[in-house]
DNA sequence: CTAGGGTTAG
C-alpha cells in the first residue's frame, strides 16, 4: 500500500497497528504511526486509541504518555487501556484510583480492574470489586465470567464456582471455547473432577474431532494438568492416550504434565517413552519441560539422565534450578546439592522458597548440620523468605539426625508450631532412628493432641504402652483412633500398582474390568 | 480501539 501510494483508511491502519501491538513490533509499529503523519490520516479516536495501546503493549510509555497527552478526545477505551497500563506496571493504587473516578463504568473497566487486581496479588480486593459490579448492575460478560472463574481457582472457593457456573447458565451467554476452558480448570483446581470432566465432555458438541482449534487443545491440556493435580494418574495416562490415538495435538503443557504425572508414579518407561516423544516432535526444552524431566528422571530413581537433562538447558531458571538441587537431596547427595545451589547464587541467581525446601533437605539427608543452621538464617535474613511448614519439618529433621532434642522443643517453643503435625511427624521419625521411646511416646502423645488422622502414630504410641503393661491407656489411644474415625490401611505395594499402570499403559486395549480394578490408594 | 483460557521444582 505505502509503495503504491494508496491512502489508507482508519479501520486498516488500526488493524495494522494491532498486529504490531500483538507481535511486539515496535519499530514496524513506529513506522505506521509516521506513515499516518507524512499521508495525513485524520486521527480519530479509535485510530489513537490504537496507537496508544500498541506504545503501552510495547513499554515504550515516553510515547504512550506524550500520545495520551495529546489526545483531544478521550473516551471510555483510552481510559480502559489507561487503566490497563498502571496494573500490568504494578501501580495498583493509581490504577485504582483512576478506576474510582470514572463516570459511567462500562463492563471492560471492571473487567480490567478486577483481572489486574488478580494479576497483582490482590485476590480478596479483586471479590469485593466482583460483588461490588453486581451490586452496581453492571451485567457479567463473557470475558468477565472468565476473570470471575480464574479468580475462584485461586481462592479455592468451589462453591462460589458453583454460583458463578449457574450465573453462566442463566445469562444466557454462549459458553464458548475460552468460557468452557475456564470452567474446566476452576473444577479442577478447586478438586472437582466429576463437574470439570462434565463440561469437558461437553465439547464435542461444539466441537468436531480432530478439529485441533487452540480451544480444543487447551481443554484437553487443562483435563489433563488437573488429573493429575488431583493425584488421578491413571486417569491422566489414559486421557493422554486418547489424546495420541485422536489424533490431538500434543503441545509442551500436557506433555508436562503427564512427565510430572510419570514423576509421581515413579512410571520410568513411560517416561522414557514421553521423554522420546519430546525430541521426536522437537519440543523446546525449556525451564517447564526441563524441570519436569529432571524430576522424572530423578524421582524414578536415575540421577544421570536427571543431571543430563540439566546440562542440556541452559537457562538461569530457579525452577530449573532447584529441581536439580532437589534431585540430589533426594538421592542423599547433600554436598553436591549445596555446591550447585551455591554455584547457582554465585551466578545471581534469586532462591525462592522451593530452593530452600532442597537445600535444607539436602542439608538433613546428609547430616550437615552447621550448613542447614546457616541456611535457614539466609532464607531468612537476606531473602526475607518467611520459612513455612516445609521448612521446619526440615529443620527439625535435622536437629533431630544429630540426636539434639532439646534444641528441636526449643525451635518448636520458639516458632509456636505445635499445631503442625508435620512437624512432630519428623520428630518422630528421628525418635526412631536414635530408638528414643520415651521421647517416642512425648512426641506421639504432641501429635495425637493435633488430631492426626494417621494410623502410624496411634499404633506406635499404643505400642509403647503395651510395652510397659499401661493397659489403660492402650485402651484410650485404640478409642481415640475409632471415634476419629483412625483407619488401618491394608498395605498395597507399591511396586505391585506401578505394574499394574505399567501394563495398562503398554497395552491400550487392555480389558475394561482390569482398569475398574486397578488400585489407587496408596 | 480495551478486558478472558492450559504447563514445571515443594
Redesign the pocket.
Known sequence: MQNEGIKPNQ?TL??V??CC?SLSELKIGKGVHGWILRVGVVFD??LE??LF?FYVNCEDFGSAKWLFESMEEK????W??MI?AYLDTGNVDKAVDLFRRQGLK????W??II?GLI?NGFERIALKLLYEMVKDGTLF???????AL?LV?LLKDLELGKQIHGRVLLSGIHV???????LI?MYC?CGEMKMALKVFEKMDTYFGRNENS??E??????II?GL??NGEFEDAFKTFTSMVRKDIDI???????I??AC??FGVLELGRQVHGLVQKMGHKL???????LI?MYA?CGNLDDAKRIFKQTNDM????W??MV?SYALHGRGREAVQLFEFSMSRGLLP????F??VL?ACSHAGLLEEGCRYFRLMKEVYGIKP?V?HFTRMVYLYGRAGQFKEIKKVIDEKGIHHLRAVWRSFLSSCRLHRDIEMAEWVSENLLRCKTLDAGPYVLLSNIYAIKQRWEEVATVRGLMQSRGVKKHPCESWIQIRNQVHAFIMDDRSHPQKKRDMCVSI
Do not use: P
Open positions: 479501520f488500526s488493524s497497528l494491532k501491538s479516536v479509535i486509541n490504537a495501546y473516551n471510555s477505551v483510552t480502559n487501556i490497563g462500562d463492563v471492560s473497566i473487567n480490567t483481572n494479576r460478560n463473557e470475558v468477565t465470567f472468565s476473570i480464574v481457582s464458548d471455547g475460552f468460557l468452557r476452558n475456564s480448570d483446581k487452540i480451544e487443545v487447551i481443554s484437553w491440556s487443562s494438568s493429575v493435580l503441545d509442551a503443557f500436557s506433555i508436562t504434565s512427565v510430572s514423576a509421581s525449556d525451564a517447564h519441560l526441563g524441570s519436569s524430576d524421582k531458571n530457579v525452577v530449573l532447584t529441581s532437589y525462592n522458597e522451593v530452593t525446601i532442597g533437605t513455612g516445609e
